[in-house]
């Protein structure tokens, strides 16, 4: 009996490797979250003027435990996995659907997408004119660039619109997650939005961020919220807010230093204005 044979696949894109759509809540969950605690150490290490021989063979050990866990590729396939449309999509139906109760559907605007995984997030929606970004490119119209190296007066306020989907929690270090946030209020247009998502855990078991201290300080950096949501018991919590003048009663210092809101058994996330 004769082999039966394989049809070809045309190709219309480069294959990009693609997560088991079997991978656990839970496994998915642990790497994200360990990788994040690696990359976090990482940077503090790298930031030293002067690194010991225990340094640099934690950097190294630290170096192979990323490898092992996929390395960056790794993180962002895990990071695909939960955005699949089984565990609840990804976070752009929040977006679009938000932007669309303010009528920008009905004129056309540009998006600034950092962390992008996927290039065609916002194929719908023919009114963005969508820039898709990431550190690690996995597409070719997916522009491979670290938001922070930006140049923040070539890109003074160019885009309308400007989405954080899970990536201040992703910078390790606090103060460059402020100074993320300011440079995004930089390089939006006037009254510009700018879309953050965040685990829950972020505001709702750090030790230095509440719901509260959030708000105030986007407020200080010049920001007035127009949504928010989250579920008690949820994983992600969102928000919108919109580009405004920084008050001139907001005290920055507050927001510099490491203040302790809640006790117990808590994370440790935080964000400082640099």
Same mark, same amino acid.
């Given at each position: 009996?004769?082999?039966?044979?394989?049809?070809?696949?045309?190709?219309?894109?480069?294959?990009?490797?693609?997560?088991?759509?079997?991978?656990?809540?839970?496994?998915?969950?642990?790497? #994200?979250?360990?990788?994040?605690?690696?990359?976090?150490?990482?940077?503090?290490?790298?930031?030293?003027?002067?690194?010991?021989?225990?340094?640099?063979?934690?950097?190294?050990?630290?170096?192979?435990?990323?490898?092992?866990?996929?390395?960056?590729?790794?993180?962002?396939?895990?990071?695909?996995?939960?955005?699949?449309?089984?565990?609840?999509?990804?976070?752009?139906?929040?977006? #679009?659907?938000?932007?669309?109760?303010?009528?920008?559907?009905?004129?056309?605007?540009?998006?600034?997408?950092?962390?992008?995984?996927?290039?065609?997030?916002?194929?719908?929606?023919?009114?963005?004119?969508?820039?898709?970004?990431?550190?690690?490119?996995?597409?070719?119209? #997916?522009?491979?660039?670290?938001?922070?190296?930006?140049?923040?007066?070539?890109?003074?306020?160019?885009?309308?619109? #400007?989405?954080?989907?899970?990536?201040?929690?992703?910078?390790?270090?606090?103060?460059?997650?402020?100074?993320?946030?300011?440079?995004?209020?930089?390089?939006?247009?006037?009254?510009?939005?700018?879309?953050?998502?965040?685990?829950?855990?972020?505001?709702?078991?750090?030790?230095?961020?509440?719901?509260?201290?959030?708000?105030?300080?986007?407020?200080?950096?010049?920001?007035?919220?127009?949504?928010?949501?989250?579920?008690?018991?949820?994983?992600?919590?969102?928000?919108?807010?919109?580009?405004?003048?920084?008050?001139?009663?907001?005290?920055?210092?507050?927001?510099?230093?490491?203040?302790?809101?809640?006790?117990?058994?808590?994370?440790?996330?935080?964000?400082?204005?640099?």
């Amino acid at each position: 009996m004769p082999k039966s044979r394989k049809r070809s696949q045309p190709i219309t894109e480069p294959r990009l490797s693609r997560p088991s759509s079997t991978a656990s809540s839970h496994q998915t969950r642990t790497t #994200i979250r360990n990788f994040h605690q690696l990359l976090k150490r990482q940077s503090q290490l790298q930031k030293l003027g002067t690194r010991s021989r225990t340094d640099e063979a934690e950097l190294l050990n630290i170096s192979k435990q990323m490898d092992a866990l996929g390395g960056l590729n790794g993180y962002q396939s895990m990071s695909v996995t939960g955005q699949a449309s089984a565990r609840g999509g990804g976070s752009e139906k929040v977006l #679009i659907s938000w932007l669309k109760e303010l009528g920008l559907h009905e004129t056309s605007s540009t998006l600034l997408e950092v962390g992008a995984l996927k290039a065609d997030n916002y194929r719908h929606c023919p009114w963005l004119n969508v820039t898709p970004m990431d550190l690690n490119s996995r597409h070719p119209n #997916i522009l491979e660039q670290d938001f922070l190296t930006l140049d923040a007066n070539e890109h003074h306020s160019r885009w309308n619109i #400007i989405s954080l989907s899970l990536v201040v929690n992703f910078v390790p270090i606090a103060e460059d997650r402020g100074r993320m946030l300011e440079l995004a209020h930089t390089m939006l247009a006037q009254n510009g939005l700018i879309f953050i998502v965040l685990p829950l855990p972020c505001i709702f078991n750090s030790r230095y961020t509440t719901p509260e201290h959030f708000d105030s300080l986007l407020e200080c950096i010049g920001f007035d919220k127009v949504r928010s949501h989250w579920k008690t018991g949820g994983k992600m919590a969102y928000w919108l807010f919109r580009k405004s003048t920084p008050p001139v009663t907001c005290s920055r210092t507050t927001f510099q230093k490491k203040t302790v809101l809640r006790t117990g058994n808590r994370n440790n996330f935080l964000i400082k204005l640099p």
